[in-house]
């Protein structure tokens, strides 16, 4: 009776302002809704963050209590001729599948933009890598680039067209099993790009173009004056969340190379894997992933304040 | 005009086969016979197709152990998930409080720290907690990256909802807690329902986690089952691809469903690519 009373006060005294007041009422309702939430990201996101911090700072081996080293991880990895082939590895891993992706994707979404009839059917075809586990995708690759012809599928086709006359061991390579990582990556990431650049390209006003082609300016003036620019924003973030999840893959490269040969396909997760469980030293494992932060605290600070002020 | 129409049918052909071509390689391995991939012959169609990679994967390995446990986390992980995230993004949508917006921006930001920074100190978590090696390692691990995302999602779903109606249950005596589970989630059931299948999705693809966090070869999920019979032998690709085929399915049928909700909320620039 008496909580009626009082919710009746409070919502009938906003209408009367207009708005519920901005301060103290719902504080309570609110606790109580986000507090699963709050103990989630406190406990197991937040808490491990901190305790990633504390233990590059240690010389933890797994079995050995932890001992505080100061910033000894940070200074041999500097030094450490392994790390920095894994910083170049990580970079054209990262650079060449973004920069496939941004292509292809702005490819893919002119298609599906021209396409009339089945664009919807199309859209969700084309987003089928996107939603197949990685693992999968990353096990599809490896046979697609297999050196024997009955289970490579490269090998088979280039074979039986006669362009080649023995298989090639593309994943034997330093630089094929770059390729093929990236490739994989490719696959699994462009339809992302694609379809993200259709929705850009349908919320560019119809009048910009139809008084482009007024004024005559041909398909591809139209293109880069007006479809480009429109797409910007979209461009932007798109690109950055695609970069920081792409410097960060583990799964592709794991399940098709584990890194190699030799460390030729190494990168910030997977050697962080590697010497956390591989060598059991888990607080230079830890201070491998740190040394991207930096990094993605500026990714992650732009994309937020583009979402949020796409969202407001 | 005629040049577009050619150019778009050339480039939808492109794309179609760039798309299906490794599907169909993994698809047609998975019906061909042992000596047919020893020898290389029938390469590109199965000519005598036979079932019996299918039969050996669930007679033969722990695939289908593999496959429930799978399959039990992400009911788990995409059930905890929905009630947390829809109380969160309700919350964060609607509901007047000090510092709202600042729970929002944690909200995106929590959702863009990459797994693989936290796999190392998650799992000392972990360890502490007595959970590592079992599938409850999964149903603590995985709602760290589905429950940012699905929050995310469901602010904006909510967002989209007229206020009105909420008022008018307040006003009818209504309190918060009612007029959240009694008029606002029943017309967010999309928006949850396509949380949920991204949910079920992301637990079902994830792969670092699992590896890191389960030794237990009866308690391992798909993704990372499938990783042991790459390397524990290597003759049965055949049976590799045939669990490929089965693995895939469910998400594509699930994603088959809601697809155009997915494709709103991809617009809207909040999933992972």
């Given at each position: 009776m008496h909580r009626d009373g009082s919710l009746g006060v409070a919502v009938a005294r906003p209408r009367a302002a207009g708005r519920r007041p901005a301060l103290g009422r719902d504080t309570g309702t609110a606790l109580l809704f986000l507090s699963p939430l709050f103990v989630l990201v406190v406990g197991l996101i937040l808490y491990p963050c901190f305790r990633a911090v504390w233990l590059s700072l240690t010389d933890k081996l797994v079995g050995y209590p932890e001992r505080f080293v100061g910033l000894r991880n940070y200074e041999y990895l500097v030094h450490?001729?392994?790390?920095?082939?894994?910083?170049?590895?990580?970079?054209?891993?990262?650079?060449?599948?973004?920069?496939?992706?941004?292509?292809?994707?702005?490819?893919?979404?002119?298609?599906?933009?021209?396409?009339?009839?089945?664009?919807?059917?199309?859209?969700?075809?084309?987003?089928?890598?996107?939603?197949?586990?990685?693992?999968?995708?990353?096990?599809?690759?490896?046979?697609?680039?297999?050196?024997?012809?009955?289970?490579?599928?490269?090998?088979?086709?280039?074979?039986?067209?006669?362009?080649?006359?023995?298989?090639?061991?593309?994943?034997?390579?330093?630089?094929?099993?770059?390729?093929?990582?990236?490739?994989?990556?490719?696959?699994?990431?462009?339809?992302?790009?694609?379809?993200?650049?259709?929705?850009?390209?349908?919320?560019?006003?119809?009048?910009?173009?139809?008084?482009?082609?007024?004024?005559?300016?041909?398909?591809?003036?139209?293109?880069?004056?007006?479809?480009?620019?429109?797409?910007?924003?979209?461009?932007?973030?798109?690109?950055?969340?695609?970069?920081?999840?792409?410097?960060?893959?583990?799964?592709?490269?794991?399940?098709?190379?584990?890194?190699?040969?030799?460390?030729?396909?190494?990168?910030?997760?997977?050697?962080?894997?590697?010497?956390?469980?591989?060598?059991?030293?888990?607080?230079?494992?830890?201070?491998?992933?740190?040394?991207?932060?930096?990094?993605?605290?500026?990714?992650?600070?732009?994309?937020?304040?583009?979402?949020?002020?796409?969202?407001? | 005009m005629r040049a577009r129409t050619v150019l778009a049918a050339v480039g939808l052909i492109g794309f179609l086969l760039v798309i299906l071509v490794p599907f169909w390689w993994i698809a047609s391995m998975s019906f061909k016979t042992y000596e047919q991939l020893q020898f290389a012959t029938s390469i590109y169609v199965p000519r005598q197709f036979t079932w019996e990679n299918y039969v050996g994967l669930w007679t033969e390995t722990r695939f289908p152990l593999w496959l429930r446990n799978s399959l039990t986390t992400a009911l788990v992980v995409t059930l905890v998930t929905t009630v947390i995230a829809s109380l969160g993004g309700y919350a964060?949508?609607?509901?007047?409080?000090?510092?709202?917006?600042?729970?929002?921006?944690?909200?995106?930001?929590?959702?863009?720290?990459?797994?693989?920074?936290?796999?190392?100190?998650?799992?000392?978590?972990?360890?502490?907690?007595?959970?590592?090696?079992?599938?409850?390692?999964?149903?603590?691990?995985?709602?760290?990256?589905?429950?940012?995302?699905?929050?995310?999602?469901?602010?904006?779903?909510?967002?989209?909802?007229?206020?009105?109606?909420?008022?008018?249950?307040?006003?009818?005596?209504?309190?918060?807690?009612?007029?959240?589970?009694?008029?606002?989630?029943?017309?967010?059931?999309?928006?949850?329902?396509?949380?949920?299948?991204?949910a079920f999705t992301l637990s079902w693809n994830e792969f670092l986690y699992a590896l890191v966090f389960i030794q237990d070869e009866r308690s391992l999920t798909v993704p990372v089952g499938l990783n042991l019979l790459i390397y524990g032998d290597v003759f049965h690709w055949g049976q590799l691809m045939a669990a490929s085929v089965i693995t895939t399915i469910p998400v594509v049928a699930l994603y088959a469903f809601i697809h155009r909700w997915m494709v709103e909320g991809l617009a809207a620039g909040a999933v992972k690519g």
């Amino acid at each position: 009776m008496h909580r009626d009373g009082s919710l009746g006060v409070a919502v009938a005294r906003p209408r009367a302002a207009g708005r519920r007041p901005a301060l103290g009422r719902d504080t309570g309702t609110a606790l109580l809704f986000l507090s699963p939430l709050f103990v989630l990201v406190v406990g197991l996101i937040l808490y491990p963050c901190f305790r990633a911090v504390w233990l590059s700072l240690t010389d933890k081996l797994v079995g050995y209590p932890e001992r505080f080293v100061g910033l000894r991880n940070y200074e041999y990895l500097v030094h450490d001729d392994a790390f920095h082939q894994v910083i170049r590895n990580s970079l054209v891993f990262t650079v060449g599948s973004v920069a496939l992706k941004v292509v292809t994707g702005l490819a893919m979404a002119l298609v599906l933009d021209a396409v009339v009839k089945g664009r919807t059917f199309f859209r969700g075809l084309f987003l089928l890598p996107w939603i197949t586990s990685t693992v999968i995708i990353a096990l599809t690759w490896r046979w697609m680039f297999d050196a024997f012809p009955g289970r490579g599928f490269f090998n088979s086709v280039l074979l039986d067209l006669g362009l080649m006359d023995r298989p090639i061991a593309f994943m034997a390579t330093p630089a094929g099993a770059m390729a093929a990582v990236v490739v994989a990556n490719w696959w699994r990431g462009f339809p992302f790009f694609g379809v993200s650049l259709l929705a850009g390209m349908h919320s560019i006003p119809r009048e910009l173009y139809e008084a482009a082609s007024v004024d005559g300016a041909v398909a591809w003036r139209r293109f880069w004056h007006i479809t480009l620019p429109g797409l910007k924003h979209v461009l932007i973030v798109t690109t950055l969340l695609s970069f920081i999840l792409t410097i960060n893959d583990f799964n592709i490269i794991y399940v098709m190379t584990r890194g190699g040969p030799g460390s030729a396909t190494q990168v910030f997760a997977t050697y962080s894997y590697q010497v956390a469980f591989g060598q059991l030293r888990w607080g230079r494992g830890v201070t491998i992933s740190i040394f991207l932060a930096p990094l993605l605290v500026v990714g992650i600070a732009l994309i937020t304040r583009a979402l949020l002020r796409e969202r407001t | 005009m005629r040049a577009r129409t050619v150019l778009a049918a050339v480039g939808l052909i492109g794309f179609l086969l760039v798309i299906l071509v490794p599907f169909w390689w993994i698809a047609s391995m998975s019906f061909k016979t042992y000596e047919q991939l020893q020898f290389a012959t029938s390469i590109y169609v199965p000519r005598q197709f036979t079932w019996e990679n299918y039969v050996g994967l669930w007679t033969e390995t722990r695939f289908p152990l593999w496959l429930r446990n799978s399959l039990t986390t992400a009911l788990v992980v995409t059930l905890v998930t929905t009630v947390i995230a829809s109380l969160g993004g309700y919350a964060v949508a609607r509901l007047r409080f000090p510092g709202r917006e600042s729970v929002a921006s944690l909200i995106l930001i929590l959702y863009l720290i990459p797994p693989a920074l936290l796999f190392i100190p998650l799992y000392r978590v972990l360890a502490e907690l007595g959970a590592t090696n079992s599938l409850s390692a999964l149903f603590l691990s995985y709602p760290t990256f589905t429950v940012p995302f699905c929050t995310w999602l469901l602010i904006g779903f909510f967002k989209a909802l007229p206020e009105e109606l909420e008022e008018a249950a307040l006003i009818d005596g209504a309190t918060r807690i009612r007029a959240f589970v009694r008029v606002l989630l029943p017309l967010a059931a999309p928006g949850l329902v396509a949380s949920a299948v991204f949910a079920f999705t992301l637990s079902w693809n994830e792969f670092l986690y699992a590896l890191v966090f389960i030794q237990d070869e009866r308690s391992l999920t798909v993704p990372v089952g499938l990783n042991l019979l790459i390397y524990g032998d290597v003759f049965h690709w055949g049976q590799l691809m045939a669990a490929s085929v089965i693995t895939t399915i469910p998400v594509v049928a699930l994603y088959a469903f809601i697809h155009r909700w997915m494709v709103e909320g991809l617009a809207a620039g909040a999933v992972k690519g």
